[in-house]
Every structure is written in C-alpha cells, then in structure tokens.
Nanobody
C-alpha cells in the first residue's frame, strides 16, 4: 500500500516562503503532485510532476511555486515563494497509479493521498 506523509506547513505573512515535503512509501509508478483545498472550495491542483521531471502548475502559482522530487528517496517537494493570502489552504500530496503523457492537475486522476499539511498566509 502506498502511503504519503506531508510536512512543512505553517503560518507565514504575505510575501513569505514555505517548503513542503512529501515522504512516500510503497511503489509509485505514476505522477505525483500537490493539491490544496480551502474551506468551502473544491480541491484544486497546484503543481504536479511525472517521474521524469515534467511539471505543470496552475496559473495562479506559476513563477512563485516550484515542484521537485527525489525519485531515489521517493520524496516530493513544493517550494512556495511570494505567498499570498489566497494560498491559504490544506495542502495535500498525491500520487497516481498510472502514467500520462503529461501530468494531470485533476485530483480525480490521483489514487493515493496524504493527510494534508496546513498553510496559512495572513498578516
């Protein structure tokens, strides 16, 4: 069974930075990514990456967030810079059970999920 554990969330002022980490156990052959969900909103894809390093970002975080991975250690990261209040959400690490030509930002495509780590951006 695949297990994902996120860490690195916290509270930060606008313009600040956080680095999220996801430790994965079990065999993961598909894409991995970061998703977030704010109260009253749908879960949305933030940044995803396939095992070859091809990444996609939602428009609102482009230029501010960077996804990276260490395949050897089965770890996924999300560097978040220039954080904004709208970035406040529970952030989840996810893994897919299959591969795509291009990694998907749709949460429905992912099978395994971590418990989430809270990110709060406020002054």
């Amino acid at each position: 069974q695949v297990q994902l554990v996120e860490s690195g969330g916290g509270s930060v002022q606008p313009g600040g930075s956080l680095r999220l980490s996801c430790a994965a156990s079990g065999a993961i052959s598909g894409c991995m990514g970061w998703f977030r969900q704010a109260p009253g909103k749908e879960r949305e894809g933030v940044a995803v990456m396939d095992r070859d390093g091809v990444a996609r970002y939602r428009d609102s975080v482009k230029g501010r967030f960077t996804i990276s991975q260490d395949n050897a250690e089965n770890r996924l990261f999300l560097q978040m810079d220039s954080l904004e209040p709208d970035d406040t959400a529970m952030y989840y690490c996810a893994a897919a059970s299959r591969k795509w030509i291009l990694p998907s930002l749709l949460s429905e495509e992912y099978t395994y999920w971590g418990q989430g780590t809270q990110v709060t951006v406020s002054s």
